[in-house]
Nanobody, 124 residues
Framework: QVQLVESGGGLVQAGGSLRLSCVASARTFSRYVMGWFRQAPGKEREFVAAIIMRSGPSTRYADSVKGRFTISRDNAKNTAYLQMNSLKPEDTAVYHC????????????????WGQGTQVTVSS
Protein backbone atom coordinates (compact mmCIF):
# COMPACT_ATOMS: atom_id res chain seq x y z
CA GLN A 1 0.00 0.00 0.00
CA VAL A 2 1.11 3.52 -0.81
CA GLN A 3 -0.31 6.52 0.99
CA LEU A 4 -0.15 9.92 -0.66
CA VAL A 5 -0.67 13.26 1.03
CA GLU A 6 -0.88 16.51 -0.93
CA SER A 7 -0.30 20.02 0.32
CA GLY A 8 0.29 23.51 -1.00
CA GLY A 9 -3.08 24.44 -2.42
CA GLY A 10 -4.77 27.75 -1.75
CA LEU A 11 -6.29 30.89 -3.19
CA VAL A 12 -4.24 32.88 -5.68
CA GLN A 13 -4.91 35.63 -8.18
CA ALA A 14 -4.72 35.01 -11.89
CA GLY A 15 -1.11 35.17 -13.04
CA GLY A 16 0.17 33.97 -9.69
CA SER A 17 2.00 30.80 -8.71
CA LEU A 18 1.61 27.88 -6.35
CA ARG A 19 3.73 24.84 -5.61
CA LEU A 20 2.00 21.60 -4.71
CA SER A 21 3.73 18.78 -2.85
CA CYS A 22 2.86 15.11 -2.58
CA VAL A 23 4.54 12.99 0.08
CA ALA A 24 4.41 9.22 -0.38
CA SER A 25 4.72 6.47 2.20
CA ALA A 26 6.16 3.96 -0.28
CA ARG A 27 9.45 2.30 0.65
CA THR A 28 10.24 1.99 -3.05
CA PHE A 29 9.03 5.42 -4.09
CA SER A 30 11.53 5.71 -6.93
CA ARG A 31 9.95 2.88 -8.89
CA TYR A 32 6.58 4.61 -9.21
CA VAL A 33 5.36 6.98 -11.85
CA MET A 34 3.94 9.99 -10.03
CA GLY A 35 1.09 11.85 -11.64
CA TRP A 36 -1.00 14.93 -10.96
CA PHE A 37 -4.66 15.10 -11.88
CA ARG A 38 -7.31 17.72 -11.25
CA GLN A 39 -11.07 17.78 -10.97
CA ALA A 40 -13.21 20.87 -11.20
CA PRO A 41 -16.84 20.91 -9.98
CA GLY A 42 -19.11 19.15 -12.43
CA LYS A 43 -16.22 17.95 -14.57
CA GLU A 44 -14.35 14.70 -14.98
CA ARG A 45 -10.94 14.17 -13.47
CA GLU A 46 -8.28 15.23 -15.97
CA PHE A 47 -4.61 14.50 -16.37
CA VAL A 48 -2.17 17.32 -15.63
CA ALA A 49 1.34 15.86 -15.58
CA ALA A 50 3.38 12.76 -14.79
CA ILE A 51 7.01 11.96 -14.06
CA ILE A 52 9.19 8.89 -13.88
CA MET A 53 12.84 8.72 -12.91
CA ARG A 54 15.02 6.18 -14.66
CA SER A 55 18.50 7.20 -15.79
CA GLY A 56 17.01 10.70 -15.78
CA PRO A 57 13.57 12.24 -15.42
CA SER A 58 10.94 11.71 -18.08
CA THR A 59 7.82 13.83 -18.01
CA ARG A 60 4.49 14.22 -19.75
CA TYR A 61 2.09 17.17 -19.64
CA ALA A 62 -1.43 17.99 -20.67
CA ASP A 63 -1.50 20.53 -23.48
CA SER A 64 -3.43 22.94 -21.29
CA VAL A 65 -0.55 23.31 -18.82
CA LYS A 66 2.54 22.98 -21.03
CA GLY A 67 4.90 25.88 -20.51
CA ARG A 68 3.16 26.93 -17.27
CA PHE A 69 3.40 23.89 -14.96
CA THR A 70 6.49 21.87 -14.06
CA ILE A 71 6.44 18.46 -12.42
CA SER A 72 9.45 17.23 -10.46
CA ARG A 73 10.32 14.73 -7.76
CA ASP A 74 12.87 14.19 -5.01
CA ASN A 75 13.23 10.45 -4.45
CA ALA A 76 15.32 10.99 -1.32
CA LYS A 77 12.34 12.78 0.24
CA ASN A 78 9.62 10.54 -1.25
CA THR A 79 8.05 13.69 -2.63
CA ALA A 80 6.64 14.83 -5.94
CA TYR A 81 6.00 18.48 -6.78
CA LEU A 82 3.90 20.50 -9.18
CA GLN A 83 5.08 24.05 -9.74
CA MET A 84 2.23 26.06 -11.23
CA ASN A 85 2.95 29.44 -12.79
CA SER A 86 0.81 31.90 -14.74
CA LEU A 87 -2.28 30.45 -13.16
CA LYS A 88 -5.65 31.02 -14.80
CA PRO A 89 -9.19 30.86 -13.37
CA GLU A 90 -9.76 27.70 -15.41
CA ASP A 91 -7.01 26.01 -13.39
CA THR A 92 -9.34 26.07 -10.37
CA ALA A 93 -9.86 22.49 -9.20
CA VAL A 94 -9.00 19.92 -6.58
CA TYR A 95 -5.55 18.61 -7.43
CA HIS A 96 -4.73 14.98 -6.68
CA CYS A 97 -1.44 13.17 -6.88
CA UNK A 98 -1.40 9.52 -7.90
CA UNK A 99 1.07 6.67 -8.30
CA UNK A 100 1.36 3.79 -10.73
CA UNK A 101 3.83 1.16 -11.84
CA UNK A 102 2.49 1.30 -15.39
CA UNK A 103 4.14 4.20 -17.16
CA UNK A 104 3.71 7.84 -18.14
CA UNK A 105 0.02 7.31 -18.74
CA UNK A 106 -2.61 10.08 -18.80
CA UNK A 107 -5.48 7.74 -17.94
CA UNK A 108 -6.64 8.00 -14.35
CA UNK A 109 -7.72 4.35 -14.44
CA UNK A 110 -4.08 3.27 -14.72
CA UNK A 111 -3.13 4.75 -11.35
CA UNK A 112 -3.40 2.53 -8.30
CA UNK A 113 -2.89 4.98 -5.45
CA TRP A 114 -4.45 8.39 -4.88
CA GLY A 115 -4.21 11.21 -2.41
CA GLN A 116 -7.19 13.06 -0.98
CA GLY A 117 -6.44 16.19 -2.95
CA THR A 118 -5.72 19.85 -2.31
CA GLN A 119 -7.91 22.73 -3.45
CA VAL A 120 -6.50 25.32 -5.84
CA THR A 121 -8.62 28.39 -6.48
CA VAL A 122 -7.58 31.05 -8.97
CA SER A 123 -9.46 34.33 -8.85
CA SER A 124 -9.81 36.61 -11.84
Amino acid sequence: QVQLVESGGGLVQAGGSLRLSCVASARTFSRYVMGWFRQAPGKEREFVAAIIMRSGPSTRYADSVKGRFTISRDNAKNTAYLQMNSLKPEDTAVYHCAATDYGLDPRASMYDYWGQGTQVTVSS
